[in-house]
């Protein structure tokens, strides 16, 4: 009877172990879960911010144009008020996309804010369906080089009222929130470890098409490059 007593309280003794040991595990699961999602919040987790660029145009188009470019840069304004009628009606025609990396690159040799602004509010408005109108509202806004007037969320505010259907609560609560702010530094840390230099850099199906002094990119060219791929 001693002896059957005795394994009773062994038994009894290695249930309350386990018992307990499954208490420190769960707590210990628990604690891995809360502690994830706190990483997650305050961006230790990992990256978990979607660095996709910003495509234009039918995804199933033959040819694809990449465009690294900075809202405050005069040399993008250039590019865009020389090629953007050519790029809209190769885009029209489903003959290109077009994908655009925003950058911070004036802002990071000059200082100010602008570029990052104005990257996070097209961000803003391809939330609403309006990026390409705001993209292009902003260049035809461009202000002087020294002059970081899109660092103002009432300016690019203002500016978004010349685009049909984009100014309201929500565009303002993600411009003036800065919604899209880690994007924005990502994808320019993202530039940064490219190898490209400046703004604008313009690849065509990754080939590099734009800068080359001797013999420059015109639209006639563009096209003709584009279409030679459908």
């Given at each position: 009877?001693?002896?059957?007593?005795?394994?009773?309280?062994a038994s009894g003794k290695r249930t309350r172990n386990l018992k307990a040991g499954g208490v420190v595990v769960a707590l210990l699961a628990v604690a891995g879960v809360v502690g994830a999602v706190i990483n997650q919040q305050s961006?230790?987790?990992?990256?978990?911010?979607?660095?996709?660029?910003?495509?234009?145009?039918?995804?199933?188009?033959?040819?694809?144009?990449?465009?690294?470019?900075?809202?405050?840069?005069?040399?993008c304004r250039q590019f865009e008020q020389e090629f953007r009628s050519t790029i809209r009606g190769l885009e029209k025609k489903g003959k290109l996309k077009a994908e655009y990396h925003l950058v911070t690159i004036i802002d990071d040799n000059m200082g100010g804010s602008g570029s990052h602004r104005a990257a996070n509010a097209a961000m803003c408005a391809k939330d609403e369906g309006r990026f390409r109108e705001f993209h292009d509202v902003l260049y035809r806004n461009q202000p002087g080089e020294q002059d970081d007037a899109f660092a103002s969320d009432k300016t690019l505010i203002k500016l978004a009222g010349k685009v049909k259907g984009l100014d309201g609560p929500r565009f303002r609560k993600c411009v003036t929130k800065g919604t899209h702010d880690a994007w924005v530094q990502k994808t320019g840390a993202?530039?940064?470890?490219?190898?490209?230099?400046?703004?604008?850099?313009?690849?065509?199906?990754?080939?590099?098409?734009?800068?080359?002094?001797t013999e420059p990119l015109t639209t006639q060219g563009l096209k003709k490059m584009v279409e030679a791929k459908s």
């Open positions: 009877m001693r002896e059957q007593r005795d394994k009773e309280r961006g230790e987790g990992g990256d978990t911010v979607d660095t996709k660029p910003i495509t234009v145009g039918t995804k199933s188009a033959p040819a694809k144009l990449t465009v690294y470019e900075d809202f405050r840069c005069p040399a993202a530039f940064k470890k490219s190898g490209h230099q400046a703004t604008p850099t313009v690849l065509l199906d990754g080939e590099n098409v734009y800068g080359n002094r």
